[in-house]
């Protein structure tokens, strides 16, 4: 099974950065996903890391890091916008199945 | 040309009742999954089929019973409808035999059970 742990609230402001960190305990590894959820919308994809390193997609980020179980994405230049939650999603070696953490509430102010 | 579309949007219904959410894909995915997010947000798997196949069936009562028809399709059949049903939830596809393995979700089917 999977255990994925990310902080449940942060809040920041416009033009700032925020990391959001996730850690996980798994008996598989296949993947980490990072998806947006918009307060009552679907999740979307942002970020997918199944190597070590760092991936980088415009003002957003995520780094992954196997052997410490551990991942954060990286929000620069952040905007109203951003918003939303942030879901940590860790994917198993034998199946196709994604276990998610609960998700991190991002407040920007103006 | 939406990718993933689900309906209904919005399910109210009395305990004790039978329900379906139907849910399609336009993306020629060949993996389809059913989520569950309840009211503190956390989303969780319920199902997955592969080709149609069942390849995931997570500790789901048996009053849920999701049907695949064909890889475009994925239905999920509620029976005796509890309380504890009402809940956000969302079909998801992605391609996993060749593609990048995101799953993209459809807009969701708020279910209040009363």
């Known amino acids: 099974g999977q255990n994925i742990d990310q902080p449940t609230e942060m809040t920041a402001t416009e033009g700032a950065i925020v990391q959001i960190n996730c850690t996980y305990q798994?008996?598989?590894?296949?993947?980490l996903f990072w998806y947006q959820q918009h307060a009552g919308e679907a999740p979307t994809f942002l970020s997918y890391?199944?190597?070590?390193g760092l991936e980088e997609k415009g003002r957003f980020s995520s780094f992954l890091s196997r052997s410490k179980g551990y991942s954060y994405l990286l929000l620069k230049e952040l905007q109203m916008k951003d918003s939303a939650s942030y879901l940590c999603a860790v994917r198993d070696l034998d199946d196709y199945k994604l276990s998610f953490g609960a998700g991190t509430t991002v407040t920007v102010r103006a | 040309d939406t990718a993933v579309s689900q309906t209904p949007k919005y399910l109210v219904t009395q305990m004790g009742n039978d329900k379906s959410i139907k849910c399609e894909q336009n993306l020629g995915h060949d993996t389809m999954y059913w989520y569950k997010q309840d009211s503190k947000k956390f989303l969780k798997i319920m199902f997955s089929y592969n080709n149609k196949e069942l390849i995931i069936n997570e500790t789901v009562p048996n009053r849920f019973s999701p049907k695949s028809p064909d890889k475009a399709h994925l239905n999920l059949h509620i029976n005796s409808l509890e309380l504890g049903d009402s809940a956000v939830y969302f079909c998801?596809?992605?391609?996993?035999?060749?593609?990048?393995?995101?799953?993209?979700f459809g807009p969701g089917t708020r279910l209040t059970v009363l």
């Open positions: 998801a596809s992605s391609q996993e035999t060749t593609g990048g393995n995101e799953q993209f």
């Open positions: 798994t008996s598989g590894f296949n993947g």
């Open positions: 890391n199944v190597l070590d």
